[in-house]
């Protein structure tokens, strides 16, 4: 103890990589250029800040992690114990084919360390608690509706098993009317047990509709709130764009103002393609696999709603479809969609459309 309290790292910088995982973080340690030590510890911030103040009294510390799991959590513990942390983008990690097919937890916190004492990395964006919490729940109200489409497609088959055919008048009908669900509650089945599995599938669909008008009424509370309302209203001034788009639209991307341009934006959401350069050679393919998954699926689906309420978006989609398909159309006005969500945003003005006066 006495030898420790002789150390003093008052002008070194201390880099640490983490890979975090639920039961355990495997530490790499670099002492300005040199690397020290990599090991594993439980996870928990308060045990690593404590090993660093033991090992490097007064040491400037620096950390940082790959976005995960964990979620920001673990960022904002360290940042309180005045560990000087970033979350990256696990693709902004250079990896060689090795490395993809051979991960290894060591590793890749040697390599998160090498690279952030280089200042190779660049830190994501970190939403502020409130906002990260409304975002879980407009993206909950997403896994409800897959959770009722799952459900609903088990019940067809079943049907099919057993020979029932779905009356003409319901086939193909993306949603279940009161009259049809009336219809499956009062279909007789060959078996008991089928009839109970069949029941189990309908109840299952009901709770789960209950629960998402439920956190419907609560996503359109959260557009109430201060934080929102105006960015809000001013959303659904843009065609296409209804109340859970624009919810998605600001719970995704936080302070909008940190988006440069458009480009930036597209590429935060994915809307860009990807490059392969080489030499005097480069090659543009189709769009980047690295999106916002959520955001894009929803800028895209408001983009065809747009074209049927929008002259100028209708225009430019009709030119687009003679030179490319439909799908890669979509795209080019999905960029467009998005500037004008970046516009009205910015400028604090509603979107008006161009009409021939």
């Given at each position: 103890?006495n030898?420790?309290n002789?150390?003093?790292?008052?002008?070194?910088?201390i880099?640490?990589?983490?890979?975090?995982?639920?039961?355990?973080?495997?530490?790499?340690?670099?002492?300005?250029?040199?690397?020290?030590?990599?090991f594993?510890?439980d996870?928990?911030?308060?045990?690593?800040?404590?090993?660093?103040?033991?090992?490097?009294?007064?040491?400037?510390?620096y950390?940082?992690?790959?976005?995960?799991?964990?979620?920001?959590?673990?960022h904002?513990?360290?940042?309180?114990?005045g560990?000087?942390?970033?979350?990256?983008?696990?693709?902004?990690?250079?990896?060689?084919d090795k490395e993809?097919?051979?991960?290894?937890?060591?590793?890749?916190?040697r390599?998160?360390?090498?690279q952030?004492?280089q200042?190779d990395?660049?830190a994501?964006?970190?939403?502020?608690?409130?906002?990260e919490?409304?975002r879980?729940l407009v993206?909950?109200r997403?896994?409800?509706t897959?959770?009722i489409?799952?459900?609903?497609h088990?019940?067809?088959?079943?049907?099919?098993?057993?020979?029932?055919?779905?009356?003409?008048?319901?086939a193909?009908?993306?949603?279940?009317?009161?009259?049809f669900?009336?219809?499956?509650q009062?279909?007789?089945l060959?078996?008991?047990?089928a009839?109970?599995?069949?029941?189990g599938h309908?109840?299952?669909?009901e709770l789960?509709?209950?629960?998402?008008?439920?956190?419907?009424k609560?996503?359109?509370?959260?557009?109430?709130?201060?934080?929102?309302?105006?960015?809000?209203?001013?959303?659904l001034?843009?065609?296409?764009v209804g109340?859970?788009t624009?919810m998605?639209?600001l719970?995704e991307?936080?302070?909008?103002?940190?988006?440069?341009?458009l480009?930036?934006?597209?590429?935060?959401i994915?809307?860009v393609?990807?490059?392969?350069?080489?030499?005097?050679?480069?090659?543009?393919?189709?769009?980047?696999?690295r999106?916002?998954?959520?955001l894009?699926?929803?800028?895209?689906e408001?983009?065809?709603?747009?074209?049927?309420?929008?002259?100028?978006?209708?225009l430019?989609?009709?030119k687009?479809?003679?030179?490319?398909?439909?799908?890669?159309?979509?795209?080019?006005?999905s960029?467009?969609?998005?500037?004008r969500?970046?516009?009205?945003?910015k400028?604090k003005?509603?979107?008006v459309?161009?009409?021939?006066?």
């Amino acid at each position: 103890m006495n030898k420790n309290n002789k150390l003093d790292f008052s002008s070194q910088d201390i880099f640490v990589g983490l890979d975090t995982h639920l039961k355990n973080w495997r530490v790499s340690i670099i002492v300005g250029e040199s690397p020290f030590k990599t090991f594993s510890q439980d996870p928990y911030s308060k045990l690593l800040k404590n090993y660093l103040v033991e090992n490097f009294p007064n040491g400037n510390y620096y950390s940082a992690y790959e976005a995960s799991f964990s979620g920001f959590g673990i960022h904002r513990d360290l940042l309180n114990l005045g560990i000087k942390n970033i979350v990256v983008n696990p693709a902004d990690i250079p990896t060689t084919d090795k490395e993809r097919k051979q991960k290894e937890d060591s590793r890749d916190s040697r390599k998160i360390a090498k690279q952030l004492s280089q200042k190779d990395l660049t830190a994501i964006y970190i939403p502020e608690v409130e906002i990260e919490g409304d975002r879980n729940l407009v993206r909950y109200r997403k896994t409800l509706t897959k959770e009722i489409a799952r459900t609903k497609h088990r019940i067809n088959p079943q049907l099919y098993y057993f020979g029932i055919n779905i009356p003409t008048q319901f086939a193909g009908k993306k949603h279940w009317s009161k009259r049809f669900t009336t219809w499956l509650q009062e279909t007789k089945l060959p078996t008991e047990s089928a009839k109970m599995a069949l029941d189990g599938h309908l109840e299952m669909a009901e709770l789960l509709r209950k629960k998402q008008y439920s956190t419907n009424k609560e996503i359109r509370k959260l557009s109430e709130k201060k934080i929102y309302k105006e960015n809000y209203n001013l959303l659904l001034s843009v065609p296409g764009v209804g109340s859970l788009t624009a919810m998605i639209i600001l719970t995704e991307t936080g302070d909008i103002t940190r988006f440069k341009n458009l480009d930036k934006l597209c590429s935060f959401i994915g809307l860009v393609p990807m490059t392969n350069s080489t030499g005097e050679n480069e090659k543009t393919g189709d769009i980047t696999v690295r999106r916002n998954k959520i955001l894009r699926t929803a800028i895209v689906e408001s983009s065809w709603i747009a074209i049927r309420n929008d002259p100028a978006l209708m225009l430019a989609y009709q030119k687009l479809v003679k030179r490319m398909l439909p799908q890669k159309a979509i795209i080019r006005i999905s960029k467009k969609l998005t500037n004008r969500i970046l516009y009205v945003l910015k400028n604090k003005k509603a979107y008006v459309q161009a009409v021939v006066k």
